[in-house]
C-alpha cells in the first residue's frame, strides 16, 4: 500500500506517485491511467475500459458474422 497527497497545482489537483508504482504499471511521463469506480472502492489501471467494451462487442459480432466478414475482406 501506498500513501500519496493531493495536491493543487494552477486550477487542477494532482497526486504524485512513487516510482515503484510507476514501475509496476509500465508507464511513464506523458501515459495515460484510467480510474474506474468498482464495488470495492476506486480502481487505477492502464487498461481504457471503454476500449475493452468495444473490444468484446467486437467479439461477439466477428464470430456471429464471420462468413460475411470474410466475404467482405475479399
Known amino acids: ?16 506517485l512513487p516510482e ?3 514501475q509496476q504499471l509500465n508507464v ?3 501515459d495515460s ?3 474506474t469506480e468498482t ?5 487505477l489501471t492502464t487498461c481504457n475500459p471503454e476500449f475493452d467494451k ?12 464471420k462468413n460475411a466478414l470474410r466475404e467482405l475482406a475479399k
Open 54 to 65: 468495444a473490444m468484446k462487442a467486437y467479439r461477439k459480432i466477428s464470430e456471429k458474422y
Open 33 to 35: 491511467l484510467f480510474l
Open 28 to 30: 511513464g511521463e506523458g
Open 39 to 43: 464495488p470495492d472502492g476506486i480502481q
Open 20 to 22: 515503484e508504482v510507476l
Open 1 to 16: 500500500m501506498y500513501a500519496v497527497k493531493i495536491q493543487k497545482v494552477g486550477e487542477s489537483f494532482v497526486i504524485t
